[in-house]
């Protein structure tokens, strides 16, 4: 280990990989920063599944996204960091739905499907697990990256269109839906047909999201539509 200090001044241990034997470059990066990232370490501590569940957390301390008592949907959920916390959020009286097209160990306190949120059928799952519509629809989803900014960016474009189509599907109005785009923001069609389905629209970058990445999130509150619309 190489001892350094954070930003905070506190003692920091850097840890560094014994050996690199069998592993690519790119793998050997990403190893290196897992070990060495604070919120992975605070994921694990907290017993969140994932580091990225402090990127909700800091983007519903900003926007107020939860509230006791919610009905709402984790979009492509798995390992279920998100999950996690909307079940806290939402409470005994909340209920929490969380779909992913693969197979995801279950989520204490919430409801988990498996299936493609762009069919019908999930649509339907979805609605009948929540006995009603969903306040909040949340997508931490992504496609894996090319490394090619202009095709990433079309790419997570795709989903969120597909989220929003979703999302206008099963919410109740005055629901709020947040999904995760890429820098460069929302493509003007998606931002112009969410600023029509929406109160108000923004973007922000929650302190959980690496400095290095790309990714960003778009935040829409006020729907004002109701769900099949």
């Not at 200090?5 to 990066?29: D, F, H, I, V, Y």
């Not at 939860?66 to 916390?85: E, K, S």
Request: proline share 5%.
């Amino acid at each position: 280990m190489t001892e350094s200090r954070n930003p905070g001044g506190e003692r920091n241990l850097s840890t560094r990989l014994r050996t690199a034997k069998g592993r690519s470059t790119a793998s050997q990066k990403w190893l290196q920063r897992q070990l060495n990232d604070p919120y992975v370490k605070a994921a694990k501590a907290a017993g969140w599944r994932s580091r990225a569940a402090f990127k909700i957390i800091e983007l519903d301390e900003r926007f107020g996204l939860f509230r006791p008592g919610q009905r709402i949907v984790d979009l492509g959920a798995a390992p279920g960091g998100w999950t996690q916390v909307a079940v806290k959020r939402a409470g005994e009286r909340g209920k929490v739905v969380a779909l992913d097209i693969l197979p995801m160990d279950p989520v204490p306190g919430a409801i988990t499907l498996q299936g493609d949120f762009n069919e019908e059928a999930a649509e339907r799952a979805v609605l009948e697990a929540l006995d009603g519509t969903a306040d909040l629809v949340i997508s931490d989803i992504a496609p894996n990256t090319t490394g090619h900014n202009a095709t990433d960016h079309i790419r997570i474009l795709a989903l969120v269109e597909l989220a929003a189509d979703f999302a206008r599907k099963v919410l109740t109005p005055g629901g709020a839906f947040v999904a995760k785009v890429f820098q460069g923001g929302t493509e003007r069609d998606l931002l112009n047909a969410l600023k029509r389905d929406y109160a108000t629209v923004r973007h922000a970058k929650p302190p959980a999201s690496r400095k290095d990445s790309a990714e960003m999130y778009v935040v829409a509150q006020g729907f004002r539509g109701g769900a099949g619309g």
